[in-house]
């Protein structure tokens, strides 16, 4: 059986290269073309793979990396105009936080000091990831266990909140619930998964994230 293509593009995010583990672990997944801050190859893959599922694990300009190539953006634009879909791990919303139409397309946007849009900044504080599935999640992800305790890593909040989406997972923070997994439909009628935890090395190389990410991948590969 042929498997499907997923194109992750990532960046070293001050070293802790997140991108590689997420790469590894979804190879018996999938085949995975793996690029890491190379522009030129990203816009190579998405010509010679146009049925790819395309995810971001970068946030451009930081850290040391490029913001996104001029080029990228009308082939990017194109391949998720034709409903290809699109997964952002991590900071991967921002990834083109630049183009208005991609800050737009993100159900859920880490957003960054001087944001275009004027929206309030984004933080991560550092704490251990004490991850709860909903129950659409227990009912739609088959073994996917109710609670998932990670190390301390970043987590992800006050992102901007901006199409309706469904939520898998949760965290509680200072007595707020925040999505750390959730899926929206794009204008174009792509699916978007948004999977937000992972960071750490010590996160990353936890059997536990392994069983929740990889849970979570074969369905939104299977979809």
């Not at 550092?126 to 227990?138: M, S």
């Not at 619930?177 to 010590?202: K, M, N, R, V």
Request: net charge negative; aromatic share 10%; with cysteine.
């Amino acid at each position: 059986m042929k498997l499907p293509v997923v194109i992750l593009f990532a960046d070293r995010h001050y070293g802790a290269a997140p991108g590689r583990a997420q790469a590894e672990l979804l190879r018996p997944l999938c085949d995975v073309h793996y690029i890491e801050e190379d522009y030129s190859a990203l816009i190579a893959a998405l010509a010679a793979h146009p049925e790819a599922t395309l995810a971001f694990n970068s946030i451009a300009g930081t850290p040391g990396n490029p913001a996104p190539a001029p080029e990228l953006e009308a082939p990017l634009q194109a391949h998720l105009a034709a409903g290809r879909p699109l997964w952002i791990l991590h900071g991967g919303s921002a990834a083109c936080w630049p183009w208005a139409w991609w800050r737009q397309l993100m159900p859920l946007r880490w957003v960054r000091n001087g944001d275009p849009d004027q929206m309030p900044v984004s933080t991560h504080p550092v704490v251990p990831l004490h991850l709860v599935a909903t129950q659409a999640a227990l009912a739609a992800f088959p073994n996917l266990p109710a609670i998932t305790d990670l190390p301390t890593d970043e987590l992800y909040i006050k992102l901007a909140a901006q199409h309706p989406f469904e939520t898998w997972l949760t965290i509680n923070y200072e007595g707020v619930d925040y999505p750390q997994a959730c899926s929206a439909t794009s204008a174009w009628g792509g699916a978007i998964h948004c999977f937000l935890p992972g960071h750490s090395a010590e996160a990353l190389g936890h059997p536990a994230y392994a069983a929740l990410f990889t849970a979570l991948a074969r369905k939104w590969l299977a979809a």
